[in-house]
């Protein structure tokens, strides 16, 4: 869950997140290398009287240089960039596929793999909630999946564009109406994690948050069996 004043990415739940971190933790560091080869360079030139009489001596091994350093940067970065991407795009055999399609101002979560179940989450309204319950994050129905298991996640739009996102996850996904996008979710642990839409959709935008919550597998089939 996020906190109050938080600076930092929110604790990881799964293998996604945790790419997204190892990424932002990689970047950052070429970063401040970088940041701090440049301080050195401009403290050094305007700190130091130049003795050069010919502009020119040594020109070929300086554009050797600044050609060089930026393509090894470029590379650096480019590497794990396309790995993240690659694994955090990979489905394998899920467990489980969940269809969202995202409406104004609300998702539909349809389950089809072995039975068929489809239900509206709408946002609690203030005045609704219990004690301990996050203002405009709680829904009446969450999604719900298995922890530990891989599930994919389809994802559409019924009127206009939306995005499903879950920070904690790592995740966010357009919801482009007449078209499908998919994305594979795993959680690492049990519990209730919260995001919202992601992207401009009409006057009530802010209200249509996301709810997921991910049980122990003999739970997951107790409430598809009770809900059915």
Known sequence: MPYAAQLSLQEATGPTMEEVIFL???VLLLTCLMSLVIMMFA???????L????????VEQLEAAWTAAPIMILILTALPSVRSLYLMEE???????IKATGHQWYWNYEYSD???MSFDSYMIQTKDLQNGSPRLLEVDNRMVMPAGLQARVV???EDVLHSWAIPSLGVKVDAVPGRLNQIPLTTSRVGVFFG????ICGANHSFMPIAMEAV?????EQWLIKDQ
Not at 43 to 49: D, I, M, P, Q, R
């Open 24 to 26: 932002h933790d990689h």
């Open 43 to 49: 403290l050094t030139a305007t700190t130091t009287t």
């Open 51 to 58: 003795t050069h009489n010919d502009p020119t001596e040594e």
């Open 91 to 97: 489905v394998f055999d899920p467990y489980l596929t």
């Open 114 to 116: 072995n039975i068929q």
């Open 155 to 157: 994802v559409t739009a």
């Open 196 to 199: 919202q839409c992601s992207e």
């Open 216 to 220: 122990p597998l003999y739970h997951f």
